[in-house]
């Protein structure tokens, strides 16, 4: 992603000064694809799937390297089948990483009589059949009218079992990408005047990850609008002494950072400090609570009792914590597993999620969000805390 010359010349200077952060990026090799698909294998064996579909997304390109084909057939033996339009037979052979058969369809008929007959070739007509959680339930319609000896079972023990525990390459993307949006954000925020709307901020930010090379978005929220966990619609312009929120992130090769920065336009008052201080104490509980073998929701817990002790809540009750304090992040920003109450999950090495125990405090609302990742050895941030209100970057 070039920026001409006259472009940079338009831009800000903190955004034209920034180089691309493009080098050394490594892709997530076939190899590491096909052994995923192999680890799919061995989790339907062991739930008794005789074969997983899926449709275009996040996990098709997670087994495959491809986003945008119709539906993917992962069986428990044999090969992977591609069911798609006769229009896309020549789209596997060119998109695809890790190969496949393709099992054609006219349009006029639909994906169904295809996927009965690649399920009866592979000789699942009457297996449980797992469907990925993002299938449309027209499909699954379709489906169980062409399969009735079929049972159709939820998909995500696979899918989220493979997904959920990132390999170093991914946790390599991903520290790229959170690389990349803290220099976006510092960017960014040197570009700050009196006046500037949200859109103006979150405009520049954008032309700062084009300049990085990447693709990246943000949510900006400024003064009243920052109690708001995802912003409000209302018109704003920037004045002195707003609090202002920046939330969202960048992809690398698929891969997602989700940061949250929590800073004032000129001189914080005391009931700022106060709050964000109050907000650090409590991003720095979750993470000394994300331990090897730890629940979930321990990590939600330990942040929201430092908020509680503070005299908010209680619970999920405003004013405080209304909210999760993390969610997983991988090809989606939004994935398994959630740091909420209820969730026992255990926390293992190679999971990724976020630590953003938001404060909603009447006038105005603090966040600050840096995403972890486990190791044998315990928690690591891919991004350094923000130090102070005044210093949004470690």
């Excluded at 952060?21 to 052994?35: C, F, K, L, N, Y």
């Excluded at 275009?56 to 087994?63: E, N």
């Excluded at 693709?215 to 995802?230: L, Q, R, W």
């Amino acid at each position: 992603m070039g920026v001409s010359a006259l472009a940079r010349a338009q831009q800000p200077a903190a955004i034209s000064a920034l180089k691309p952060m493009t080098a050394g990026v490594q892709a997530i090799t076939v190899d590491e694809r096909r052994s995923r698909i192999e680890k799919a294998r061995r989790l339907m064996s062991a739930q008794k799937i005789g074969a997983v579909y899926m449709e275009r997304g996040s996990s098709m390109f997670y087994f495959t390297g491809a986003r945008d084909l119709s539906g993917l057939l992962i069986p428990a033996k044999g090969e992977i089948a591609w069911i798609v339009p006769a229009a896309e037979e020549q789209h596997v052979h060119d998109s695809s990483r890790v190969g496949g058969t393709a099992i054609t369809y006219a349009e006029s008929e639909g994906p169904f009589v295809a996927l009965k007959r690649a399920f009866q070739d592979g000789g699942m007509g009457a297996a449980n059949i797992g469907l990925e959680e993002q299938v449309h339930f027209s499909v699954f319609e379709g489906l169980r009218k062409e399969l009735p000896a079929a049972e159709f079972v939820d998909a995500t023990p696979v899918t989220a079992g493979c997904r959920t525990i990132k390999s170093k390459a991914e946790i390599a993307l991903m520290q790229r990408a959170a690389d990349v949006t803290i220099k976006a954000y510092r960017a960014g925020l040197a570009t700050l005047r009196e006046g500037m709307t949200p859109r103006e901020l979150s405009e520049n930010i954008g032309a700062a990850y084009k300049a990085l090379g990447f693709h990246g978005e943000v949510s900006v929220s400024f003064g009243k609008n920052t109690a708001f966990p995802h912003g409000s619609t209302v018109a704003q312009t920037l004045h002195k002494g707003d609090m202002i929120l920046l939330d969202d992130g960048c992809s690398v090769d698929g891969y997602q950072s989700d940061i949250t920065r929590a800073v004032v336009f000129g001189t914080p008052s005391a009931r700022q400090k106060q709050i964000w201080n109050l907000e650090r104490q409590a991003q720095d509980a979750a993470f000394a609570a994300a331990r090897v073998g730890a629940t979930c929701e321990s990590v939600d817990f330990a942040a929201r009792k430092v908020i509680v002790d503070a005299g908010f809540g209680p619970g999920y009750k405003l004013p405080g914590l209304p909210h999760r304090t993390g969610h997983g992040i991988g090809l989606d920003i939004h994935e398994w597993t959630y740091m909420v109450k209820g969730n026992k999950t255990l926390l293992e090495p190679g999971m990724c999620f976020s630590d953003e125990p938001m404060i909603v405090e009447g006038e105005f609302g603090v966040r600050l969000e840096d995403c972890i990742y486990m190791t044998e050895d315990g928690a690591r941030f891919f991004s350094k805390q923000s130090p102070a209100i005044d210093q949004p970057f470690g």
